[in-house]
């Protein structure tokens, strides 16, 4: 009579390295028969409720009163780390050699870890045999990849200054596709950029409020009564200084500085700067940029910084559809500001920058949505101030916009 039994999977063990492994089976026969084994081993992830693996044994005999080790004939690979996850099933068919009967029998689920590969011995210190001088130096010249920490450099920045043996010259550097449509030339806040050749393929407009009452070609109204316009003395960094005063107690009493004609249709490369110091922080309201209103009533289109008691926000509207900034800045009384209002090449997104008298950035943000680039959006370029009075409002000194892509015309 038939009595052969699985008794012990010898792999894999109970901790098991990750990386091939054979599973192995030891099987008993303890009847007075020899036998024929066959058999079959699945291996299986608990967590994932799949089976993985499923592989048939090398068959072999097995003579009566003697045990073997029956292994799989193709290997299983883990493929991830995990504890008390993977769990085995084996099943033996023996076959007597005498009769010819046969049975089946299973070994039941066997649970089993799959671990890292262990570390290595820890190597004798030797640090000193790879640093500069040392027999064994390393050498990052040639290695693919990123230095985890800063590497220092030949100093030689002076080398490149002007009048040095290395001096650089803005104009003659080019853009990596060689077009020659785009030289660098100075951004304004104190970096470089790429920009079109002047002339008829860019537009350039600015004024320095040099001349009193006539911001040309920037137009200047009167909002309310009593607003009084005031040339007051320069200083060196601020020449030509236009200060707004009102003299009315309404909330509604400003000025408002603009191109004449909404005709800018917004399509990429405009950039507009206003310098300025708010006097009276509360209540007075500001909007710069590129926008289509005239008073103090929400532009329906345009990209524009809105300056509300000292909080300065990005703003963009497309046919009266707004969007804000994330971020804000808070700027503070009698301090010059630099505003800088922009679309990029495409006019996908805009950017509202805010820098310091001296060039520093103070805040950054940029909007993606609700940037007028259709016809019937078109815009103007300046700003519209109010306030309460009778105060001074605020003083400025330069303003500007320029269209820097070719235009073809």
Sequence with gaps: MLDVRPTLYVAPLDEQTIGPLVPVIHVENLADEDANITGLARIYRESLGTLLYTSVLHPGSLNHGQSADFSAETEFNPGAIADDDYFILAEITARSTLTGNSETVQLGQFFFDVKPAPMGPVPATHHTTHENGGMDEISVAGLSGILGDIQPVDTHATSHQAGESDAL????????EMDDTLVLAPDGAGGVE???V??????????????????LPFALSNMGPDITTLN???TPNHLGVWRLTSGDNSAYAGAAVLLDSRTIIIAGTET???????????????RFGLHNTTDDSEPTDGIYIEITDGLAEGKSANDSTRSTTPSSFNISASTWYRLIVSANLNATTATFTILSDTGTTLWTDTLSTNIPVTPGREVSCGFVLTGTGPSDLAEFDYISISITRPLVR
């Excluded at 010259?169 to 990596?176: D, K």
């Excluded at 002047?198 to 911001?215: C, H, Q, R, V, W």
């Design 169 to 176: 010259e803005i104009a003659n550097l080019g853009t990596a």
């Design 194 to 196: 790429f920009r079109a």
């Design 198 to 215: 002047a002339g008829n393929s860019s537009i350039i407009i600015e004024n320095d409020f040099l001349y009193f009452d006539f911001p």
């Design 232 to 234: 007051i003395p320069s």
């Design 272 to 286: 507009t700067d206003l310098i300025l110091q708010i006097l009276q922080i509360s209540p007075t309201l500001l």
